[in-house]
């Protein structure tokens, strides 16, 4: 019969309150998989206005750990694009393709604590692993890791290494500044999620964090379609004993059809040649955002300074 504890539901566990007496430090982490495109200088403008906000300092990492996904020369575009819109970070930015061994010293130490282990398994042995047990899924929904690895390999070698979720700790409970309280359940809704891949790449879930760590980031502004990654995040930052940043995400910028822009589904790139065009992109991405853009004949910085009152008073650091 199952004891009182481990029959009542697991509660779920709030997330630290961001360290409120750490300086300020937020940033802007694209993947140089294409051009800046007007969903992701909506992210780009929002870091930016919310370090400013807070008299704080704004980063640019560059996400280039994935080189199938990457464009060559897209980071040079990327950071252009941005110097046109007069968004300038406030030291060199960070390329994670020069970073490996940081994620291999956190992976080391998930290791050595137990909360990470090598996994053998491949797609298909987790598709029969999920059909035997009678579990299905939504055409599209990524797949629970039934956890075929989580007692050992058994002999077999490992391709991939994930984290070990803890169904009683995995509960992450969290508060959006913008999308108020949020909720998931890693173990159940996700599972041991991966954190080297099997083509030997790191996933994101660990360089982001390993990342935002490394450069003090203590503030994340990113788009909405991130969010979901959030509670993974916050359990690796946990495990790796490393504080938990405030979050806010953006709202995503919709094409006529409704789908969200992104570079792989070929959304157009952001002109921002020449302060008019600049101009013009700064202030789509600041209305999309509830930023007022009534008035012309600014520059991007002009516009830039305008805006930081107006986000203090949407997004109020008072509240984080
Ligand atoms: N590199 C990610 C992207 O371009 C963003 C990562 C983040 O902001 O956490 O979608």
Not at 60 to 67: F, G, N, S, V
Not at 112 to 136: F, V, W
Not at 158 to 180: K, V
Request: charged share 20%; hydrophobic share 40%.
């Amino acid at each position: 019969m199952p004891d009182e504890l481990s029959s009542r539901p697991p509660q779920p566990i709030a997330a630290e309150a961001p360290a409120l007496a750490r300086p300020y430090i937020g940033r802007f982490a694209p993947s140089p998989t294409g051009p800046l495109h007007a969903g992701s200088l909506v992210a780009a403008l929002a870091s930016w206005l919310d370090a400013r906000a807070h008299q704080g300092q704004w980063l640019l990492r560059i996400e280039d750990i994935d080189p199938p996904r990457c464009q060559v020369g897209a980071d040079r575009v990327l950071l252009k694009q941005l110097q046109d819109c007069a968004l300038l970070p406030d030291a060199p930015p960070v390329w994670q393709s020069q970073r490996h061994a940081h994620y291999d010293q956190a992976l080391q130490q998930l290791l050595k604590g137990g909360l990470a282990y090598g996994c053998a398994c491949t797609r298909k042995d987790i598709e029969d692993a999920l059909a035997a047990s009678g579990q299905t899924r939504a055409r599209h929904q990524a797949a629970v890791y039934p956890g075929t690895c989580r007692q050992g390999l058994k002999g077999r070698a490992a391709r991939a290494w994930r984290l070990r979720t803890d169904p009683h700790t995995s509960q992450i409970a969290w508060q959006d500044r913008r999308l108020g309280a949020q909720q998931q359940d890693v173990a159940a809704e996700v599972g041991d999620f991966v954190l080297r891949r099997a083509d030997g790449l790191w996933a994101y879930q660990l360089a982001v964090v390993v990342d935002d760590a490394a450069q003090g980031v203590s503030h994340i502004v990113r788009g909405a379609d991130l969010c979901d990654n959030t509670a993974r995040q916050i359990l690796l930052q946990r495990a790796l004993g490393l504080p938990i940043p405030g979050y806010l995400h953006t709202p995503l910028v919709l094409d006529a059809r409704g789908d969200k822009l992104s570079k792989q589904h070929g959304a157009p790139a952001v002109p921002t040649e020449g302060t008019p065009a600049a101009s013009a992109a700064l202030c789509a991405a600041a209305s999309a955002l509830g930023l007022p853009v009534e008035g012309s004949a600014r520059t991007p910085a002009e516009w830039l300074q305008r805006w930081v009152p107006a986000w203090q008073a949407l997004y109020s650091p008072r509240h984080g």
